[in-house]
């Protein structure tokens, strides 16, 4: 069975600061990993993803993370917060295994931006 | 390109009530899905179609919940009868082909039950 844990619910930083997200996931075989991030009242939109070769991947709006195996971890950075990256992230895995592409989900961080 | 999309934006209901959720999946995108994402969690599989046959509804309540995808396009979903702990918003999304392609959502349709 597959899972993901997102380390704490709320995160705040300052405007211009370092974003970094937590995520931890639990697999069997070899996951595909997401982030997605979901502003008030609409979908989730795809920030990145991981399915196979460099472990560093680089998304939209700055933001960028790394899968690294040995600590079972996708952590989501952005170098400088800006105010309109206030919203929720979530971090997902699927199995590479199978043909279903299922999403599961972490609970959620919500990430406040203060000016 | 448009993107995924629901109707209604937000239903409310009464308990015991029914409702019914409409998804309209981008063009030629096989695969569509149904999520369930409660106040303060992530969201969680529903149930899983690729054309119009189902691959995955091992998560889906099938004493009150049901889903059809006719000819392979669009999809309903359907509650009958609502429970309060139904209460939540009801999320499509839609793949192309392969497992790595990208799952594109929907705005969701908001469901309050009473």
């Known amino acids: 069975a597959q899972s993901v844990t997102q380390l704490g619910s709320h995160v705040s930083v300052s405007e211009g600061a370092l974003v970094l997200l937590r995520c931890n996931y639990s697999?069997?075989?070899?996951?595909?990993l997401f982030w997605y991030v979901q502003y008030p009242n609409q979908g989730l939109q795809l920030l990145l993803k991981?399915?196979?070769?460099?472990?560093l991947v680089k998304g939209i709006n700055g933001f960028e993370a790394e899968f690294k195996k040995s600590e079972t971890s996708f952590h989501l950075t952005k170098p400088s917060a800006h105010m309109s990256d206030a919203a929720e992230y979530f971090c997902?895995?699927?199995?590479?295994?199978?043909?279903?592409?299922?999403?599961?989900f972490g609970q959620g961080t919500t990430l406040q931006v203060k000016p | 390109e448009a993107g995924v999309a629901q109707s209604p934006r937000y239903k409310i209901i009464e308990k015991r009530q029914s409702v019914a959720f409409w998804c309209n999946p981008i063009s030629g995108h096989a695969t569509l899905y149904w999520y369930q994402q409660i106040l303060g969690q992530g969201p969680k599989l529903l149930i899983q179609f690729q054309n119009n046959g189902v691959v995955d509804d091992s998560q889906l309540p099938k004493d009150r919940f049901s889903a059809e995808r006719l000819k392979g396009v669009d999809s309903t979903l359907k509650i009958q009868p609502a429970k309060l702990e139904d209460s939540a918003v009801y999320l499509c999304a839609s793949r192309l082909g392969q497992t790595t392609d990208t799952q594109y959502f929907g705005p969701g349709t908001r469901l309050t039950v009473l």
């Open positions: 991981y399915t196979t070769g460099a472990t």
């Open positions: 997902a895995v699927s199995s590479s295994s199978g043909n279903t592409g299922k999403l599961i």
């Open positions: 697999s069997s075989v070899p996951p595909y």
